[in-house]
């Protein structure tokens, strides 16, 4: 029985995927969108008596839907209006990625910023204030994480329990 349903949104090669297999154990079912050839990724975790289904939307540079891609997660997102949008961005290309999230603001969907790959933004002398990007965007949550090497995955999952819990 899943009690909240989220989305993860982002960019292509931002750790999307990573984030998706370290939240669910890789416990996914793989299919492709009605009517649609992109393949469609689902899963869940269990986090503090929460039961929680992840959609992994497909990479999207935008929702202005120039691509099926973009089609695709801008539909999900404001057709199907998950409880919650987990941004995924690239910490060290953070200027591109903040486009999509911006966009995804403007819909009114639920929002976390999960800033991935903050250790390869570190190596390269990039440091984000995540506390201060916070607050100018609003107070939306912005955990910052390395996903691949396991980092801020708990802060995550403790954040989006948060989140759905408010609504």
């Known amino acids: 029985m899943t009690d909240v349903t989220i989305a993860l949104a982002g960019n292509p090669n931002t750790g999307k995927s990573t984030v998706f297999n370290a939240l669910t154990g890789s416990r996914q079912h793989v299919g ?12 869940f975790f269990e986090y503090k008596g929460l039961n929680i289904q992840i959609v992994d939307l497909p990479g999207a540079y935008s929702l202005s839907a120039y691509s099926l891609e973009e089609q695709i997660a801008r539909d999900f997102i404001v057709k199907e209006k998950p409880a919650l949008v987990v941004s995924v961005t690239d910490a060290a290309n953070l200027e591109r990625n903040l486009y999509l999230t911006t966009q995804i603001l403007e ?16 190596s390269r002398g990039v440091k984000i204030d995540a506390p201060q ?4 965007l609003g107070g939306i949550p912005v955990i910052k994480m390395a996903a691949r090497r396991g980092q801020g995955l708990d802060e995550l999952k403790e954040a989006i329990v948060a989140a759905t819990r408010e609504l």
Do not use: C, F, H
């Open 107 to 122: 819909t009114g969907a639920p929002m976390i910023i999960a800033l991935n790959m903050t250790d390869v933004a570190n």
């Open 32 to 43: 492709n969108w009605p009517g649609k050839t992109v393949e469609k990724k689902e899963g």
């Open 133 to 136: 990007m916070s607050r100018s």
